[in-house]
């Protein structure tokens, strides 16, 4: 097993290639180490152990504002079958209990199916407002639950998703003041497998941002979807399809739900 580090080792590691979330300066991602999935936080040259309890499976922190401002983390913790959501302060390292979000239950699977007992809730922060998926890994038609991250104030709301006939894996999850944003991913479909769709949280509605289509033998990749303070932001990447040729290039877009408009920066 590989040791927690401490120290000088600890101070500076640098973060793992997957499961990290960053804002305001500061990543966060899981990690494992010394037998459970431990998370992690750098900003600058400088990285801290979190206080989150070692997991047995993986862990897929959200860092954003938290309700002061300040920058923060959300993560999932597990007794058993039954889940919260917590929330770290980055800076000082408090961390509390998000209250009022209902009762979060996570599928059992076997020990050995650690990959598919990931947590699977993709929780994320903005303000106010913490988001996160329920219906287990498998589920093709998941809900995301909407609800406060400040002393459980304002109500929990349950949007039903629909991304398309057939339904669809959710890969990432964004959330700002008013909105959800999502991205889905269909690895055993043909023609449109992703798109990345918008929900209001107070009427539920659902709209197509990027439906994922690429071009002739071009298709397309998105990822790192986030939001600013003011709008949605992922970015675009074109590829060759079945062996075929296709000029690489990466678009960073830009979406604002004031406007409902989507630019390229």
């Not at 008013?178 to 539920?204: E, M, N, P, T």
Request: charge should be positive.
């Amino acid at each position: 097993m590989t040791p927690v580090p401490s120290g000088e080792a600890l101070r500076t590691r640098k973060p793992a290639a997957e499961w990290r979330s960053s804002y305001g300066g500061w990543t966060v991602w899981s990690e494992e180490l010394d037998g459970g999935y431990r998370l992690f936080a750098r900003r600058g040259t400088t990285t801290k152990l979190l206080p989150a309890p070692p997991s047995a499976v993986t862990q897929d922190p959200g860092a954003g504002a938290g309700p002061t401002g300040r920058p923060s983390t959300v993560y999932q913790r597990c007794t058993g079958a039954v889940c919260s959501i917590w929330l770290v302060d980055l800076a000082t390292g408090r961390q509390r209990r998000v209250e009022g979000l209902g009762a979060i239950r996570r599928e059992t699977r076997a020990a050995s199916d650690v990959e598919m007992r990931s947590l699977e809730t993709h929780p994320r922060l903005w303000g106010s407002r913490v988001a996160f998926k329920t219906g287990g890994s498998e589920s093709r038609r998941p809900s995301l639950r909407v609800g406060p991250s400040a002393a459980g104030r304002g109500a929990v709301r349950t949007l039903r998703t629909s991304p398309g006939e057939d339904g669809g894996q959710l890969e990432q999850l964004a959330v700002g003041p008013k909105h959800v944003v999502v991205l889905w991913q269909d690895d055993f479909c043909f023609g449109r497998c992703i798109g990345l769709y918008i929900y209001g949280v107070a009427s539920g509605r659902q709209q197509v941002i990027d439906d994922g289509r690429g071009t002739g033998a071009c298709v397309a990749y998105l990822d790192a979807v986030r939001f600013d303070g003011r709008a949605f932001r992922w970015t675009r990447d074109l590829g060759a399809n079945d062996g075929g040729t296709c000029p690489t290039r990466t678009a960073h877009l830009r979406y604002d739900p004031a406007t409902g408009q989507t630019t390229e920066r």
